[in-house]
């Protein structure tokens, strides 16, 4: 019996150290996993549960709204799945799917971009002052320019001098886009300024940033200063007029209202889409497969669209 025993405590013990006690990670974690795993609608819980998480990053933001994006498209509810890919790139406008998703999930992501296309994402605008004398207590202006799906509850000011630590600065409450001022406290030393603003969900998570502690923002002593760019569709052609984000267009080509979405923004035409894009590649592969003979010389080819 005693042998038994042993042989027993020393096998939960090779158990216990091949594979050791898996601790629970954060909920998007979890959604990820269960994401993986298929199974669907728990992943779509714990991304829910990840959105109410404090200090949540743009990125695991934009990925929580990428899975529930995917995990409603998978359920069939392709409207709902197209909300929640417009957040997603309300949030990260460049934002792309892996290319391993199949076109039925990802039809609603397409119909959402087209829909975002003549609207504008998050967006911050920061002015830095002309010239300062004194930053104690100094006033910085920001401007939240859009906010499409009236996601932003406050504003915060992040800063540090002569590269010291980053404190928290000012935090505001926002009453949607406009114009918001953040001040610099009056016990602020003397030296370099560097500062970046942080726009922040109902739960703390932080949803855009204007500079950031690796490319800050500076006022430099005597007034010299650095400014980054922050308008994330600086430089980029314009298109269409300006548009409510949240709504779409809402208009035909000649300007009068429309009641149903056009072919090319529902999800039916971008999972076709998807599926002609897959199945042309099997043509291809298919029809040089059945071709035989010698292949050296010029070939004939007929294509035929049915």
Request: charged share 25%.
């Amino acid at each position: 019996m005693r042998q038994l025993k042993t042989i027993a405590l020393a096998t939960c013990l090779v158990l216990s150290w091949i594979a050791p006690p898996v601790l629970a990670g954060p909920a998007l974690d979890k959604a990820l996993q269960l994401y993986d795993d298929m199974e669907l609608g728990d992943a779509l819980k714990e991304a829910r549960k990840a959105l109410l998480e404090e200090g949540m990053q743009p990125a695991d933001i934009a990925k929580v709204y990428e899975i529930q994006g995917l995990c409603l498209s998978g359920m069939g509810k392709s409207d709902q799945a197209v909300k929640a890919f417009r957040r997603l790139l309300a949030v990260d406008p460049d934002h792309q799917l892996s290319g391993d998703v199949s076109p039925k999930l990802s039809a609603p992501f397409y119909q959402a971009q087209a829909i975002a296309k003549g609207g504008k994402p998050l967006t911050l605008d920061h002015k830095a002052p002309a010239e300062v004398t004194d930053k104690k207590g100094l006033e910085l202006s920001l401007s939240l320019a859009a906010d499409p799906f009236a996601m932003v509850v406050e504003l915060r000011l992040r800063f540090r001098v002569a590269g010291g630590p980053w404190q928290d600065g000012e935090t505001v409450t926002t009453n949607g886009p406009g114009d918001y001022t953040l001040s610099l406290p009056d016990s602020v030393g003397e030296g370099k300024l560097e500062y970046y603003f942080e726009a922040l969900n109902a739960h703390r998570g932080v949803l855009r940033r204007v500079g950031g502690e690796s490319e800050p923002l500076a006022l430099e002593p005597g007034g010299v200063r650095t400014v980054v760019a922050v308008d994330p569709d600086a430089g980029k052609p314009k298109t269409g007029s300006a548009v409510d984000f949240d709504k779409g267009s809402g208009l035909r080509d000649d300007g009068d209202r429309k009641d149903e979405p056009e072919w090319y923004e529902t999800w039916w035409f971008w999972t076709a889409v998807g599926v002609a894009v897959v199945g042309t590649g099997v043509g291809v592969g298919v029809g040089v497969a059945m071709s035989g003979g010698d292949l050296s010389g010029p070939q004939d080819y007929s294509i035929q669209i049915r």
